[in-house]
């Protein structure tokens, strides 16, 4: 449903049953009151402002008098929360924003839950490379489990093993339900299936040669390729950042292609990221 939209006999059900699942304001105007336009005008930016928290409905009065007689409006202007298909709170005459804010706000929903809520429908259908900067962003405003155990399922998802284990590992006793107990053991299938022989073996040579750099790319490679990102960026960084030019440039190169092939928005390459400009800058 669209964030603003004229209320009329044709569409009022749809929006009563819109506010089913979210708060709608309903403001009713008439070209007889102008205070009551340019009240409109401020629901408009605030609506638009809002990031979707609510939906804004306007009543012409001088064209919806049987929408107005329902609602048993008596002037214009009149701003009604609707909810569950029923008016919770409301006001008549024109406020400033602020005082309208202030009263919107113990009915809207956090702008971390409308995030939180759009990354599981974009979940639902796989799109989950959508999903994961929804969940970032929530995850900043609100980092409890709630939030946490559907980042953490959409980052397993992705191969992305650490951060899905640092995130579950912060999940309270509390907390740990039959999700979190999914995620875990999840978490573990991809724990044992990146820990591949290969892996071991290089990790042993390069702890019995650690001069050999060439060893040291192969296994950063490796861990590459086993969705280890972290563990590669954290053992070549050891070594940039004493030498950053070492195995001629090779070391840095293979670095900065892990960050390029994590994303811009993952925050372990961001945060690598900023290590190697303190090293380059």
Same mark, same amino acid.
């Given at each position: 449903?669209?964030?603003?939209?004229?209320?009329?006999k044709?569409n009022i059900q749809q929006?009563?049953d819109?506010s089913?699942?979210q708060v709608?304001?309903?403001?009713?105007?008439? =070209?007889?009151s102008p205070?009551?336009?340019? +009240?409109?005008q401020?629901?408009?930016q605030m609506a638009?402002?809002? *990031?979707?928290?609510?939906?804004?409905? #306007?009543?012409?009065?001088?064209?919806?008098l049987e929408i107005?007689?329902?609602f048993q409006i =008596?002037?214009?202007p009149?701003t009604? +929360?609707?909810?569950?298909?029923k008016?919770?709170?409301?006001?008549?005459?024109?406020?400033?924003?602020?005082q309208?804010? *202030?009263?919107?706000?113990?009915h809207?929903p956090q702008?971390?839950?409308?995030?939180?809520?759009? *990354? #599981?429908t974009?979940?639902a259908?796989n799109?989950v490379?959508?999903?994961?900067p929804?969940?970032q962003?929530?995850?900043?405003?609100?980092?409890?489990?709630e939030?946490a155990?559907?980042?953490?399922?959409?980052?397993?998802? +992705?191969?992305n093993?650490n951060q899905?284990q640092?995130?579950?590992?912060?999940?309270?006793l509390?907390?740990?339900?039959?999700?979190?107990?999914?995620?875990?053991?999840?978490?573990t299938?991809?724990?044992?299936?990146?820990?591949?022989p290969?892996i071991r073996q290089?990790?042993d040579n390069?702890?019995?040669?650690p001069?050999?750099?060439?060893? +040291?790319?192969?296994?950063? #490679?490796?861990l590459?390729?086993a969705n280890?990102d972290?563990?590669?960026?954290?053992?070549l960084?050891a070594v940039?950042r004493?030498?950053?030019?070492?195995h001629?440039?090779?070391? #840095?190169?293979?670095?900065?292609?892990?960050?390029t092939a994590m994303? =811009?928005?993952n925050?372990?390459?961001?945060q690598?990221?900023?290590k190697?400009?303190?090293l380059?800058?």
């Open positions: 449903m669209d964030t603003v939209l004229d209320l009329t044709e929006v009563v819109a089913m699942q709608v304001v309903l403001t009713f105007w008439s =070209q007889q205070e009551s336009m340019t +009240l409109v401020t629901l408009e638009s402002a809002q *990031a979707g928290r609510f939906v804004l409905a #306007k009543v012409n009065c001088d064209a919806e107005a007689n329902y =008596q002037s214009v009149t009604l +929360l609707l909810r569950d298909g008016p919770i709170d409301g006001f008549a005459g024109v406020q400033e924003p602020a309208i804010e *202030a009263m919107f706000e113990p809207l702008v971390w839950q409308l995030q939180l809520a759009e *990354a #599981k974009l979940l259908t799109e490379e959508q999903a994961l929804l969940l962003q929530a995850y900043q405003a609100n980092q409890q489990a939030v155990l559907v980042y953490a399922d959409a980052l397993l998802s +992705l191969g093993i899905a640092v995130l579950l590992d912060g999940v309270g509390a907390d740990q339900d039959g999700y979190y107990q999914s995620l875990r053991a999840k978490l299938l991809a724990l044992d299936a990146a820990d591949t290969e290089l990790m390069v702890e019995a040669n001069q050999d750099l060439s060893l +040291l790319l192969s296994l950063a #490679k490796a590459h390729g280890r972290e563990e590669a960026l954290e053992r960084f940039l004493q030498d950053i030019s070492a001629n440039g090779e070391l #840095k190169q293979l670095f900065m292609d892990i960050l994303g =811009q928005s925050s372990i390459a961001n690598y990221r900023r190697l400009y303190s380059l800058y």
